[in-house]
């Protein structure tokens, strides 16, 4: 085939996803013109493009990648987060005309997209997340697209030509207005934090209280992977417990420093439940997890004092099974929070944002995809404002795995394991079905100390105690 000379759209930042994305993007049929800041890396690209070679039109400065492509142009950005996006963005500006369209598709914060669709004036601009690793970048990613939606519209049709599909069915959506794609894209890590976590703790309690080698808990999790717990993060953890080391040939798991890092959507998302005063306790103690992993040295510390936390766990106390209950529960849990904090926003902005459809387009592609989110479309479907816990089909699975749950948690603080995201979940668990929770003691307090009122129980409000001298 002819190398084409004019492309439908471009790319910038050939890097990871960058690269895959392209590829994607050129097999699916659509020429694309690329640029990279290394140029040897484009060459390279280009030159190991193989048979959708024809397809890719390197470009070595900005003005020829505008030039290569057809109007109204399309221009991907896959580059870090924060200014590398403002510098593509700042350079592309004076090249392009008024309704070109620039497309940040790297993990943006939401509130960086927001001002950017605010202050961008003389070319159009869309923020969408994407979601799926390298592989899925490659093969089908999952796509939340925020933005103007004639914009999204005119570029739908290439995004969900590359999307992964369920059942057909692309997994690419307009999620709503400005940053709207980022933010879902943010929640969307913050799950995945979360389920990570509690999968890491799960194998924390086969390697250390089990003492189960890494092969055998590879064979757990895929066996885990063949119930509900089905999904990406259990089958990538079944694979990645059960490779060797190709230079020393032991369990790569095991040669791995027990310190997690972090590009910041994880933390952004706490952060930003905080200001929603949202409730997601288990994504933020997942954040926290991974922040106390790199305090190597004070760890080492507090073992050499207080001696090592995790012991060996009785046989008799503990079981696969208790493990699998237990995670299907926490999944559960940790999804819902995600859907929880992504409907205070859609209020909070005033986004509408689509629940459903999100869950729908979580159902392949990217990292949190599960066989559960097919059920969570259907369930949010049926009432979107309804909790996911409080849907039938999770509430049968809270019922079945919530004792596990609290067994594993029990065990852990007796053997001392640490279960932070687990431990969360149980409690918000038990905190959301408490209909008498403790608070009034925190009313009490705050009127006592700074006369802040409180609602009493016979529906009297800005009422005070008696403490000072008055009361209601
Ligand atoms: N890796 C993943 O699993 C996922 C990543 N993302 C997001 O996608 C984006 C890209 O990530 P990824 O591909 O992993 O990153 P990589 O580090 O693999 O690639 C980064 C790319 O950005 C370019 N780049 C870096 N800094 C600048 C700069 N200042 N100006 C211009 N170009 C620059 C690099 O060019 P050069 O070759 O010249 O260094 C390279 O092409 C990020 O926002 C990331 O968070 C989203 C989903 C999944
Ligand atoms: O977006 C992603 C997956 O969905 C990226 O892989 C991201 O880098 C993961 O977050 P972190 O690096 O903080 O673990």
Redesign the pocket.
């Known amino acids: 085939m002819a190398q084409e000379d004019t492309a439908q759209i471009g790319l ?7 690269s895959a994305l392209a590829l994607n993007i050129a097999e699916k049929g659509f020429p694309i013109a690329v640029w ?3 140029t040897q ?1 484009t060459r390279d690209f280009h030159d190991e493009a193989g048979e959708l070679a024809d397809k890719v039109i390197p470009t070595e400065t900005h003005e020829e990648l505008v030039a290569a492509i057809a109007k109204p142009r399309a221009i991907i950005l ?4 924060g ?2 996006v403002d ?2 963005i700042a350079k592309l500006r004076p090249l392009l005309d008024a309704d070109d369209v620039i497309i940040d ?4 914060n939401f509130h960086d997209t927001n001002r950017r669709v605010r202050e961008i004036d003389d070319v159009e601009f869309l923020g969408i997340g ?5 592989a899925g ?1 490659r093969h089908g990613p999952a796509i939340m697209g925020g933005g103007k939606k004639e914009l999204w519209d005119r570029v739908s049709h290439i995004l969900e030509a590359i999307a992964a599909k369920f059942e057909g069915e692309p997994c690419a959506a307009w999620m709503g207005r400005e940053g709207a794609g980022h933010f879902v894209k943010a929640v969307h890590n913050g799950i995945e934090y979360a389920d990570m976590q509690m999968i890491a703790e799960a194998y924390g309690v086969m390697r250390d209280g089990m003492k189960m080698a890494p092969d055998a808990i590879g064979d757990t999790f895929a066996r885990f992977n063949e119930g509900a717990l089905k999904s990406y993060l259990i089958e990538i953890s079944s694979t990645v417990t059960k490779a060797a080391d190709t230079h020393t040939g032991q369990p790569m798991i095991d040669l791995i420093l027990d310190k997690a890092g972090q ?1 910041g959507t994880g933390r952004w998302t706490a952060i930003e439940a905080q200001h929603l005063a949202a409730p997601i306790p288990a994504i933020e103690a997942a954040v926290v997890a991974r922040n106390l992993s790199s305090r190597v040295a004070a760890r080492r510390e507090g073992e050499d004092m207080f001696g090592a936390a995790p012991m060996e766990i009785p046989s008799e106390m503990i079981s696969d099974e208790m493990l699998e209950r237990a995670l299907i529960a926490g999944k559960v849990l940790c999804y819902a929070q995600g859907f929880d904090m992504i409907a205070a926003a859609s209020a909070q902005f005033g986004w509408t944002l689509p629940l459903p459809e999100i869950a729908k387009v979580w159902r392949e592609g990217c990292i949190i995809r599960s066989a559960m989110l097919d059920d969570m479309a259907a369930a949010l479907a049926e009432d979107e404002d309804r909790n996911l816990m409080l849907a039938p089909a999770f509430a049968r699975h809270l019922r079945e795995g919530h004792v596990a749950l609290r067994e594993l948690v029990a065990i852990g603080a007796r053997f001392g394991h640490p279960m932070p995201a687990l431990s969360s979940g149980l409690s918000y668990f038990d905190t959301m079905r408490t209909a008498r929770g403790t608070a009034n003691m925190i009313q009490a307090q705050r009127d006592y100390f700074g006369e802040h009122g409180f609602e009493r129980t016979d529906g009297i409000e800005d009422a005070h105690g008696p403490w000072h001298g008055h009361g209601v």
């Open positions: 910038i930042g050939l890097g990871t996803m960058g990279n800041r290394k890396v896959m580059v870090p987060a200014e590398p510098e593509q598709a790297g993990n943006a994407v979601s799926g690793g390298e970048a590009k």
